[in-house]
């Protein structure tokens, strides 16, 4: 111990809280060890996977992160891999930078300009297995996980650079998304944070991706911040997965896990379009977690039909976008884009319309104009509890003070504008 005039210095404390924070900042010759991306870093990465040709990620058996590191260089390299995507390149597939906002949690992370590159914006976030690499810097931010995830959580992209399941990844997003808290102070929090998750599971499992704030999809005119993509996971593997959860080491008590055994529930796959997700979400979930109840509704539900209508629409089935079974109610979710308006369309619609009618089923079209009106989506609630048969119930000021903040919120996710 080294003398001072106050006493001893306690340097054999000192040196091994240096060793564990500061040397791993400065450490950039390290060897290449295990990159796991995770959190809103792997969210714009499924997002962009496949519409920006970034490297494909691949199932893995891996279930060890001892070797998970991440020093400056190597976070550079995975950077360079992951989010750096050439501008002409992305204009080859119809994206475009714009100037945008951040709209809600679900974004994610933004995208920005650097030099002839657009680039995720902020630092990298990654997985790591043990304290001594959990120190922060500038370009990365590190998650650490004790012991052995559970089979299924890794993917491997290229290289030594891997990224979590989207099973784990929405796991990891009950934090962000304001789900998971412990204390009964925030179970407010909690509840208003379960539609948030909803929709973020409905979107890994849906046959779109919401783009991250900056980047656009122009078709001439016409500008959309969704693309169009394969689905990454599904309500079933989402099950499977989280069912595994208590066997691995370190997983019978991870946070968030309560709050995704409830959402798994309300899952919904196949939406084709951000405004189908939302109106799946106000209606289909259960009062007391911000919905209007309506837990039969379906998403891109398929219809055959007899050679009589088959013959009058020229298909032998007919798709619609939401189907409310308890209420034999169809929803059609006319998008800003999706619906354009021409006469041979027009004709098409009406003709759909007839068929579907003569089926016995009632017929809701919702446009994003109609959604954006909190009265409109009460009348539909309303139409809906009459179709099947409920009594109708004065609504408290409680329930329609929860309604209208959950419809807001999802006023922003839906980024058609």
Same mark, same amino acid.
């Given at each position: 111990?080294?003398?001072?005039?106050?006493?001893?210095?306690?340097?054999?404390?000192?040196?091994?809280?240096?060793?564990?924070?500061?040397?791993?900042?400065?450490?950039?010759?390290?060897?290449?060890?295990?990159?796991?991306?995770?959190?809103?870093?792997?969210?714009?990465?499924?997002?962009?996977?496949?519409?920006?040709?970034?490297?494909?990620?691949?199932?893995?058996?891996?279930?060890?992160?001892?070797?998970?590191?991440?020093?400056?260089?190597?976070?550079?390299?995975?950077?360079?891999?992951?989010?750096?995507?050439?501008?002409?390149?992305?204009?080859?597939?119809?994206?475009?930078?714009?100037?945008?906002?951040?709209?809600?949690?679900?974004?994610?992370?933004?995208?920005?300009?650097?030099?002839?590159?657009?680039?995720?914006?902020?630092?990298?976030?990654?997985?790591?297995?043990?304290?001594?690499?959990?120190?922060?810097?500038?370009?990365?931010?590190?998650?650490?996980?004790?012991?052995?995830?559970?089979?299924?959580?890794?993917?491997?992209?290229?290289?030594?650079?891997?990224?979590?399941?989207?099973?784990?990844?929405?796991?990891?997003?009950?934090?962000?998304?304001?789900?998971?808290?412990?204390?009964?102070?925030?179970?407010?929090?909690?509840?208003?944070?379960?539609?948030?998750?909803?929709?973020?599971?409905?979107?890994?499992?849906?046959?779109?991706?919401?783009?991250?704030?900056?980047?656009?999809?122009?078709?001439?005119?016409?500008?959309?911040?969704?693309?169009?993509?394969?689905?990454?996971?599904?309500?079933?593997?989402?099950?499977?997965?989280? &069912?595994?959860? @208590?066997?691995?080491?370190?997983?019978?008590?991870?946070?968030? *896990? /309560?709050?995704? =055994?409830? !959402?798994? %529930?309300?899952?919904?796959?196949?939406?084709?379009?951000?405004?189908?997700?939302?109106?799946?979400?106000?209606?289909?979930?259960?009062?007391?977690?911000?919905?209007?109840?309506?837990?039969?509704?379906?998403?891109?539900?398929?219809?055959?039909?007899?050679?009589?209508?088959?013959?009058?629409?020229?298909?032998?089935?007919?798709?619609?976008?939401?189907?409310?079974?308890?209420?034999?109610?169809?929803?059609?979710?006319?998008?800003?884009?999706?619906?354009?308006?021409?006469?041979?369309?027009?004709?098409?619609?009406?003709?759909?319309?007839?068929?579907?009618?003569?089926?016995?089923?009632?017929?809701?079209?919702?446009?994003?104009?109609?959604?954006?009106?909190?009265?409109?989506?009460?009348?539909?609630?309303?139409?809906?509890? &009459?179709?099947? @048969?409920?009594?109708?119930?004065?609504?408290?000021?409680?329930? *329609? /003070?929860?309604? =209208?903040? !959950?419809? %807001?919120?999802?006023?922003?996710?839906?980024?058609?504008?």
């Amino acid at each position: 111990m080294l003398e001072t005039g106050k006493g001893k210095f306690p340097f054999s404390l000192i040196f091994p809280l240096i060793a564990r924070t500061i040397f791993p900042l400065l450490d950039t010759t390290r060897g290449a060890g295990m990159i796991v991306l995770c959190g809103v870093t792997a969210l714009a990465y499924y997002r962009l996977q496949e519409v920006a040709g970034l490297p494909v990620a691949r199932p893995s058996q891996r279930t060890d992160l001892s070797g998970a590191s991440c020093s400056v260089a190597e976070a550079r390299e995975a950077f360079d891999l992951v989010c750096r995507m050439p501008a002409d390149e992305l204009a080859g597939h119809g994206l475009a930078f714009a100037v945008g906002t951040d709209t809600g949690p679900y974004v994610g992370t933004r995208v920005s300009r650097r030099g002839r590159d657009l680039c995720f914006s902020g630092p990298l976030h990654v997985l790591v297995g043990d304290h001594t690499h959990r120190a922060h810097n500038s370009r990365v931010v590190r998650h650490i996980w004790s012991g052995q995830v559970p089979s299924g959580s890794l993917r491997h992209v290229e290289g030594n650079v891997y990224v979590v399941s989207p099973d784990l990844l929405l796991l990891q997003m009950t934090r962000v998304l304001g789900c998971s808290h412990t204390s009964q102070r925030s179970r407010g929090m909690t509840l208003r944070g379960l539609h948030r998750l909803t929709w973020l599971a409905d979107e890994l499992c849906s046959d779109m991706a919401l783009l991250p704030s900056g980047l656009v999809l122009r078709d001439g005119e016409r500008e959309q911040r969704f693309v169009r993509r394969p689905r990454v996971t599904t309500a079933a593997e989402l099950r499977g997965y989280y &069912a595994r959860f @208590g066997t691995a080491e370190g997983t019978r008590a991870v946070p968030g *896990l /309560a709050d995704m =055994r409830k !959402v798994l %529930a309300w899952v919904r796959e196949g939406a084709e379009a951000p405004n189908e997700i939302s109106e799946a979400v106000m209606l289909g979930l259960p009062t007391w977690a911000g919905g209007m109840g309506h837990d039969s509704i379906e998403l891109q539900v398929s219809f055959e039909l007899d050679r009589e209508n088959a013959a009058l629409t020229g298909t032998r089935s007919c798709r619609v976008d939401l189907f409310v079974r308890a209420s034999n109610c169809a929803l059609e979710s006319d998008g800003r884009f999706d619906h354009v308006r021409t006469p041979d369309g027009v004709v098409r619609d009406q003709t759909r319309d007839m068929v579907l009618r003569s089926l016995g089923m009632h017929l809701e079209h919702v446009t994003w104009s109609n959604f954006r009106s909190f009265d409109f989506v009460l009348q539909l609630n309303r139409r809906l509890c &009459a179709l099947r @048969g409920s009594r109708r119930r004065k609504v408290s000021e409680r329930t *329609l /003070a929860r309604w =209208r903040e !959950v419809h %807001a919120d999802l006023l922003d996710v839906n980024l058609v504008r």
